[in-house]
């Protein structure tokens, strides 16, 4: 089991928590989920999609992505939030691939699985330790539903090899909750964003009306599994839910439904007010969301925010 938060009543003992993904791998339950994960990949279910296609034959469905996980990069991302950069950056593996496919999305490319290679699960492992090996706070997966069978074998190797750092699971959302707890202990940190509260709009930007129902019952299982966000004596995440949302332009009343419902979780629940949307990818087709939000519309939602008792980070 993961050792329980610790702080000495005496010094100034930093807060120690252990990652828990190691009790699954050291129990063996890590490898029998990744066989499980992977046996689904001939008829594909993993997001809520639910292509139903055969995967092992090659790259096929919404994600685009074969049996082989594809990866664009894997690097010390500073780019992040700060409680996940640290001193020595976010390792953040970017998948190619995604089961959403936004509308304006800023790596199109990448989750159209047009950039990228295939690596095997070793390989993978490699890219994990060497992340730490580098002095990264974490292990960023980046848009890993879909490839779930592959990164679960992969973290099994690295944490039978050393892997001690915790493991961040940064998603659009869109999970399927059946998958989430399968998946349950395998991850530290969850990052989902929480796009829209609107179906209307998930229809029109992600072609999923049915994403603001999945997003926040996700979400809900997310935190069920790690709670809230806990940060050490630096300020760095070592646990816990923190939630991603992006200010649309004209979409402020959607935005503040969005704060409404993160509070309704619980006191204090974490989350990322992002401003730097801009017109990408094929957003132009869009008017409403053909130019950035002013910065009012930031303010206002942040200030609600606020006023809820939500933990800005």
Not at 29 to 44: F, K, N, R, Y
Not at 178 to 197: E, R, S
Request: net charge negative.
């Amino acid at each position: 089991m993961s050792r329980p938060l610790s702080r000495s009543r005496f010094t100034a003992e930093p807060i120690i928590q252990a990652p828990r993904y190691l009790s699954l791998s050291e129990s063996g339950a890590l490898a029998c989920l990744a066989d499980d994960l992977a046996a689904t990949l001939v008829q594909c279910v993993l997001c809520p999609r639910r292509c139903a296609v055969d995967r092992v034959v090659g790259p096929s469905g919404r994600c685009r992505t074969g049996a082989i996980a594809r990866v664009e990069s894997a690097f010390a991302h500073f780019g992040e939030e700060p409680c996940l950069v640290g001193n020595g950056g976010s390792g953040t593996v970017f998948f190619s691939g995604c089961g959403l496919g936004c509308i304006f999305c800023q790596n199109s490319l990448i989750s159209r699985g047009i950039h990228g290679r295939e690596v095997s699960t070793k390989d993978l492992a490699d890219m994990m330790l060497a992340l730490q090996d580098e002095g990264c706070e974490n292990v960023n997966l980046v848009s890993p539903t879909h490839v779930s069978p592959h990164w679960v074998t992969a973290l099994d190797m690295a944490a039978r090899r050393g892997l001690r750092i915790p493991l961040v699971h940064n998603s659009g959302g869109y999970e399927d909750t059946a998958l989430l707890k399968m998946m349950n202990g395998t991850v530290d940190i969850y990052l989902p964003d929480l796009k829209t509260m609107d179906s209307e709009r998930a229809g029109r930007w992600f072609d999923a009306p049915d994403y603001p129902d999945v997003a926040t019952t996700a979400i809900i299982e997310m935190n069920r599994q790690v709670g809230s966000l806990v940060t050490d004596d630096r300020g760095i995440a070592v646990g816990g839910l923190v939630v991603r949302h992006l200010v649309m332009p004209g979409s402020t009343r959607d935005s503040l439904d969005v704060m409404n419902f993160l509070a309704s979780i619980g006191p204090g629940t974490a989350v990322s007010i992002l401003s730097q949307y801009r017109p990408l990818a094929n957003a132009d087709v869009h008017q409403e969301i053909a130019r950035r939000p002013t910065p009012d519309e930031v303010h206002v939602v942040e200030s609600e925010a606020r006023r809820l008792g939500l933990r800005i980070v």
